[in-house]
């Protein structure tokens, strides 16, 4: 299990605030931190991780205090047991696939298990390619296996696939998922794609303003009870897309495409060249289908 209960100030577009994150993880589980650019959602993971410092709190790993202001104890990074996925891959440029992964080893086993790695996100026939002659989704393996290097209790992952097209965008997710499934390693994403976050999360933690204000399964966070009704949209349906568990749904709006995720229930009302309104709340996207008119 792991506690976070922390103070941190940030410098925000609007001004300075006053940050207060409590939340607890199951181990095992992948939970995505899901709100607007600014909220902290990026600071809270930094905290974790160690590479920033909170002005107050506790956070715990498994009954190990990782920090706590009052008793004055802060592990330093390398002392705690987190693997990092930046969105910027931050790999060694003058280093091989293979070479990346066994500087982030520390013990032989884990020497032993970079091939196993290099396998499992399948670049066995690029480990000794340097990372210049690689792909914006091959850097993205080879980053995402270095962190699973020394097998840590946490994995952070930082939208890593923002930068990545669509269609390798959705590869890596599925790849993602098979590789949490293997290995159960307790992950936290931070991501504002929907359908990323209802494909891979357990749970989904709502931040704003320095708060989770939310915490949920995604498909209850995304369902219609959540309707505020203060935005509707119509659009032209272009393309329904089955991306288990939800449907992609993209959308002709005005001149402007959207893309939003739909539950089996909602996409099977909908056909292409229909008709749905999409209703907003705040940054949750509610798809309705409606009659076309005969």
Same mark, same amino acid.
């Given at each position: 299990m792991i506690s976070v209960n922390i103070k941190k100030h940030l410098t925000t577009a609007e001004g300075p605030l006053e940050a207060h994150f409590e939340l607890s993880i199951h181990n095992g589980e992948f939970l995505t931190l899901f709100g607007p650019s600014g909220a902290g959602k990026t600071t809270l993971m930094r905290c974790i991780a160690g590479l920033e410092t909170p002005q107050s709190g506790v956070i715990?790993?498994?009954g190990v205090v990782w920090f706590d202001s009052k008793k004055k104890i802060n592990l330093p990074p390398q002392k705690r047991s987190v693997g990092f996925v930046f969105q910027d891959?931050?790999?060694?440029?003058?280093?091989?696939?293979?070479?990346?992964?066994? +500087? @982030? @080893?520390?013990? @032989?086993?884990?020497?032993?298990?970079?091939?196993?790695? /290099?396998?499992?996100? =399948?670049?066995?026939?690029?480990?000794d390619r340097l990372p210049s002659t690689l792909s914006g989704?091959?850097?993205?393996?080879v980053a995402l296996a270095r962190a699973l290097v020394r097998h840590p209790k946490i994995l952070l992952l930082d939208e890593p696939l923002s930068a990545l097209d669509p269609s390798m965008r959705s590869k890596l997710q599925n790849e993602l998922s098979l590789i949490h499934e293997r290995l159960g390693v307790t992950t936290l994403l931070v991501s504002h794609d929907i359908a990323e976050t209802v494909k891979l999360s357990d749970?989904?933690?709502?931040?704003?303003?320095?708060? /989770?204000?939310?915490?949920? =399964? %995604?498909?209850? +966070?995304?369902?219609?009870?959540?309707?505020s009704g203060k935005l509707q949209l119509v659009g032209e349906v272009l393309k329904i897309e089955e991306d288990f568990p939800a449907f992609v749904i993209t959308l002709l709006v005005g001149s402007s495409i959207v893309r939003?995720? *739909?539950?089996?229930?909602? *996409?099977? @009302?909908?056909?292409?060249?229909?008709?749905?309104? /999409?209703?907003?709340? *705040?940054?949750? %996207? /509610?798809?309705? %289908?409606?009659?076309?008119?005969?």
């Open positions: 715990t790993v498994d891959y931050a790999l060694f440029p003058t280093m091989s696939v293979r070479q990346n992964l066994l +500087f @982030a @080893a520390e013990t @032989a086993e884990q020497k032993k298990g970079v091939n196993e790695l /290099i396998d499992l996100v =399948e670049l066995g026939n690029l480990a989704g091959q850097k993205q393996r749970r989904l933690a709502s931040v704003a303003a320095g708060q /989770i204000v939310r915490i949920d =399964e %995604p498909m209850a +966070f995304f369902s219609p009870n959540s309707l939003t995720v *739909a539950g089996s229930a909602e *996409a099977s @009302a909908l056909r292409i060249g229909g008709h749905a309104i /999409i209703s907003t709340k *705040a940054f949750n %996207p /509610i798809l309705i %289908p409606i009659k076309d008119p005969k």
